[in-house]
């Protein structure tokens, strides 16, 4: 294996649920793209009944941590089918969530699937992505059920923000990697709306162009579609990426304050998207 970053890896979270080997899969082949290292992580999350009389973990952690180091194994094997970066595994005891957002801190990209061995197929989205989103301390990408396949554009949401800028620059590089197209979308609302329409809708073209300010020179290649609708942000950006094969959008935008985890119009793409998303966040030295 060729050797890739040797300070910030690819990390993706595993189980043994089938979201998870689609997750795996993707993670394998955005580090392929980066030339950056993936690291694959199994929490060993052990069970403790804190019932009367009940002082210690009721399961074999020794055993456990064989489960687990047997889960990762198996997942390096497969990941190296798609890859040939350098990959690496960590089996770590604790819940799946602190454990992940630990490996975050100094991680380039986190990735998980939508939903884990945990999650009810009724629900919209598992536990631990969602809780991810909110508290990882990195970029995280959450992997739809389905293959998500290598075709179609890919879609950022705009709004002028910190964490929009970040996202434009994900999507950018994102774009020039996978020889895709760009659409950029900006949306106003009427229920936000201070002016007339047409002055809006000249105002947003405006946040637009200079959000996307400097990227056309810097990557050439990348064909870009800008669309702006008077629309709520997040419904503008789900319809745009109808046939998209990656989402970036910021955690929180112009709304937002420092420190807020997660924003209304992240939540609402990160729980309506059928693609996988990246969801940025303003960057931050490990």
């Known amino acids: 294996m060729s050797t890739g970053n040797p300070h910030r890896c690819v990390v993706v979270g595993v189980d043994e649920s089938e979201q998870s080997r689609v ?8 580090a392929h793209r980066h030339r950056a290292p993936l690291r694959i992580v199994y ?17 074999d ?22 890859t040939d ?9 604790g819940p799946p969530v602190a454990v992940l957002r630990e490996q975050s801190r100094s991680a380039l990209l986190l990735v998980v699937g939508s939903r884990g061995l945990g999650a009810l197929r009724r629900t919209l989205l598992g536990s631990v992505s969602t809780s991810l989103a909110r508290h990882a301390e990195c970029p995280l990408a959450v992997i739809p059920e389905t293959d998500p396949g290598t075709r179609g554009a890919v879609v950022v949401g ?10 434009v620059a994900i999507a950018f590089d994102e774009a020039a990697r996978r020889d895709a ?13 201070y002016d007339a329409r047409p002055t809006m809708q000249t105002q947003a073209e405006a946040l637009l162009a200079e959000s996307l300010a400097g990227y056309a020179e810097k990557y050439p290649d990348v064909a870009v579609e800008r669309v702006v609708v008077e629309k709520r942000p997040a419904a503008a950006v789900l319809g745009a990426a109808e046939d998209a094969q990656l989402i970036v959008v910021g955690s929180h ?3 937002g304050f420092v420190g807020m985890t997660l924003g209304s119009v992240a939540h609402a793409v990160l729980h309506g998207a059928d693609c996988p998303l990246i969801v940025a966040r303003p960057e931050t030295k490990p």
């Open 23 to 30: 997750a795996l899969r993707w993670a394998a082949e955005y």
């Open 253 to 255: 935008g112009r709304g």
């Open 158 to 167: 705009v709004d002028g923000s910190q964490c929009s800028a970040e996202a």
């Open 85 to 93: 970066v350098t990959i690496s595994t960590v089996a770590q005891e």
């Open 181 to 193: 197209r760009l659409v950029a979308v900006h949306a106003w609302s009427e229920f936000f709306r």
């Open 43 to 59: 929490a060993i999350d052990v069970p403790v009944d804190f019932g009367p009389g009940v002082v210690a973990p009721l399961f």
């Open 61 to 82: 952690t020794e055993r456990l941590r064989a489960h687990g180091e047997s889960v990762v194994a198996a997942a390096a094997t497969q990941a190296a089918e798609h």
